[in-house]
């Protein structure tokens, strides 16, 4: 579709929230929370976004794709808590600190491993897994690539999990991920078991879908579910050429989640 917009797994938590206000004036900015929503102080480090971004391109150059921009990672909360900004150049990221606390209970409701807390999984997502995938966005757009809503998260999925399984503690970190995120899948409305058959689905009643925030996100999660069952076979070469060559269309997203 012609200029139209492919929100992804990206933009389901923010559709999960109520809405998207404003820390509360009380709540320290440097507070984390647990399982609970008590205060927590310990977090998992994660590879920067900017280093991140600086190691995909890297990697995409030696297999000879490059974009026509020298792309940056600027910290940006926003609705969509990240995207591919591509007026800017840029993969926006937001930060833990600036997050609406409904949004922070509701990420430290879905971390329910007993391990995990929601600062934690959101760094997991927001600032590592979709910031591979973001880029992914970005050469979709570069090339105008547009293979259909599904199929465009599918790829983005791909391309992130198979480069993050090149990087240094990248294997086991998505294990995590896929374990964390299989527990929370025992919340989601059922949907097609055929992968055909789902995508059908998807793309003709997107719009009616987007209006359904449980039955969106079922289908939103299950594409990274599918991408990370898959990890072990998934090349990074065939997954950034798969973004870079698809279907084309006739003028790129401004803003890809």
Not at 73 to 97: F, K, L, M
């Amino acid at each position: 579709m012609p200029g139209a917009r492919f929100p992804s797994i990206l933009n389901l938590l923010l559709i999960l929230s109520s809405a998207f206000i404003a820390p509360a004036t009380g709540n320290p900015g440097n507070t984390q929370f647990n399982d609970i929503g008590m205060p927590r102080t310990s977090v998992k480090p994660t590879v920067e976004p900017a280093l991140l971004l600086k190691r995909f391109l890297e990697k995409a150059g030696q297999l000879g794709h490059r974009l026509p921009l020298d792309p940056t990672v600027c910290e940006w909360t926003r609705p969509s808590i990240i995207s591919w900004r591509q007026e800017r150049g840029c993969v926006a990221v937001s930060t833990w600190n600036k997050l609406p606390v409904s949004t922070k209970k509701l990420l430290t409701k879905w971390a329910k491993d007993g391990k995990t807390s929601g600062q934690e999984f959101f760094s997991m997502l927001f600032r590592w897994l979709f910031v591979p995938h973001e880029l992914a966005h970005a050469f979709q757009t570069a090339s105008r690539v547009d293979p259909g809503h599904a199929a465009s998260e599918r790829q983005a999925n791909d391309a992130a999990v198979a480069f993050l399984m090149t990087e240094p503690e990248g294997p086991g970190r998505l294990t995590e991920l896929e374990s964390l995120l299989q527990t929370a899948s025992k919340q989601w409305p059922p949907i097609p078991a055929d992968p055909q058959e789902a995508d059908s689905y998807f793309n003709k009643n997107y719009d009616e879908l987007t209006k359904d925030p449980a039955r969106y996100g079922a289908y939103q999660l299950r594409y990274l579910l599918d991408s990370l069952a898959r990890r072990n076979s998934l090349r990074f070469e065939e997954a950034l050429l798969t973004v870079s060559s698809s279907q084309p269309r006739q003028a790129p997203a401004l803003d890809k989640y």
